[in-house]
């Protein structure tokens, strides 16, 4: 990463996954001894069974949630 990033993670993982990202991605960029701005948001999937392709291609909401 070389800037400002917005990371969207599946809402099918487990609570706590999102904190688990952003500690991680922050940890290797203090390694790196980078420095700038990352959020971690979770997009819920509304898919129904074989009509994957079709949700994704035309969805008739997206909803992403974040702390900021």
């Known amino acids: 990463m070389d800037r400002e990033k917005l990371v969207v993670t599946k809402s099918t ?9 952003l500690s991680a991605i922050k940890n290797e ?10 959020e ?3 997009s819920p999937e509304f898919l ?3 009509a994957a392709f079709a ?5 008739d909401r997206i ?6």
């Open 13 to 21: 993982v487990p609570v706590g996954t999102s904190d688990q990202v």
């Open 29 to 38: 960029l203090q390694h790196r001894e980078i420095e700038f701005s990352i």
């Open 40 to 42: 971690v948001a979770s």
């Open 48 to 50: 129904k069974e074989g």
């Open 55 to 59: 949700d994704f291609m035309k969805p």
């Open 63 to 68: 909803v992403v949630g974040a702390t900021s």
